[in-house]
């Protein structure tokens, strides 16, 4: 599937959604994001589709930010990425260069976060008389913690891909080459697990990082309970007894 600014190219149930405007380092304009918003609703709805893999296109750049040309036409916009944030699947960023402003907030709403050597991160915004608008004050300070994400932030500069997996900011850092290769390898990795454990798994982290702890381990409990009377519960751990791999059916 092709968009004006996106192509999506799937196989073993990873969809690979990459941002497409090269020419403009991928900065996201209103077209491109409700091209995005689109993609991800069909992700969702699609149940050959078990993971997403988020990527730019081109050597340069994942994403530079909002498109700084629609800057001063934009409205507020609470939630956006929500939707890539809930999708229910894994959605995995590999981050092939600039990831700045909306591009390294569009990161951080991904479950996981992969980087090229070459990679920069950064929240500039402050030197365009904004903020993070895309999620980026909330999202990083949750991620690399309050003092990181407020240096990264207060001053505008960019940091390497090895300072953002120094912070906790990418989960690897892989070289130009390997990237999308062990991005994919990983995103089959997840896929090779039992679908229901991994959409729970997901659930009871997203969900109860914005619940006080008693809560989320209750919430974390119910989800546990609920898997244990399920078919993939008793095949895997049959599985495992028998010495033989497990065949999931996601019931
Ligand atoms: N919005 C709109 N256009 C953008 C853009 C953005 N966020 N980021 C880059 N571009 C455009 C440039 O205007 C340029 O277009 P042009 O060739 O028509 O003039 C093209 O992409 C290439 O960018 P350029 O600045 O020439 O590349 P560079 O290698 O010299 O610098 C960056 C790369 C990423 C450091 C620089 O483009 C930059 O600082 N971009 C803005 C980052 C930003 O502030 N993002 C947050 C927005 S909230």
């Given at each position: 599937m092709s968009t004006q600014n996106l192509t999506v190219e799937s196989h073993d149930r990873i969809a690979r959604l990459t941002i497409s405007r090269p020419e403009k380092l991928n900065a996201l304009d209103r077209a491109t994001l409700g091209e995005m918003d689109q993609a991800f609703a069909t992700f969702a709805a699609d149940p050959e589709v078990g993971a997403v893999i988020l990527t730019g296109a081109g050597p340069k750049a994942f994403v530079a930010g909002a498109d700084i040309q629609e800057l001063l036409q934009q409205s507020p916009v609470g939630g956006r990425f929500s939707r890539i944030e809930n999708l229910g699947k894994p959605v995995l960023a590999a981050v092939n260069g600039y990831a700045l402003g909306g591009g390294c907030e569009l990161a951080l709403a991904c479950t996981l976060r992969f980087a090229s050597s070459t990679a920069k991160f950064g929240q500039p915004e402050v030197n365009l008389g904004i903020i993070p608008g895309y999620g980026g004050t909330q999202r990083l300070a949750r991620l690399v913690g309050r003092g990181k994400a407020q240096e990264l932030i207060l001053t505008g500069e960019m940091i390497d891909?090895?300072?953002?997996?120094?912070?906790?900011?990418?989960?690897?850092?892989?070289?130009?080459?390997?990237?999308?290769?062990?991005?994919?390898?990983?995103?089959?990795?997840?896929?090779?697990?039992?679908?229901?454990?991994?959409?729970?798994?997901?659930?009871?982290?997203?969900?109860?990082?914005?619940?006080?702890?008693?809560?989320?381990?209750?919430?974390?409990?119910?989800?546990?309970?609920?898997?244990?009377?399920?078919?993939?519960?008793?095949?895997?751990?049959?599985?495992?007894?028998?010495?033989?791999?497990?065949?999931?059916?996601?019931?």
């Open positions: 891909a090895a300072e953002a997996h120094r912070i906790g900011l990418v989960n690897q850092v892989f070289s130009p080459e390997d990237l999308l290769p062990r991005t994919e390898a990983i995103a089959a990795t997840i896929l090779s697990r039992s679908p229901l454990a991994i959409r729970y798994a997901l659930e009871a982290v997203q969900r109860g990082l914005n619940m006080p702890l008693e809560e989320g381990l209750g919430f974390e409990a119910t989800l546990f309970g609920v898997l244990c009377a399920s078919e993939d519960m008793k095949e895997g751990t049959r599985a495992f007894l028998e010495k033989r791999k497990a065949q999931f059916k996601g019931r």
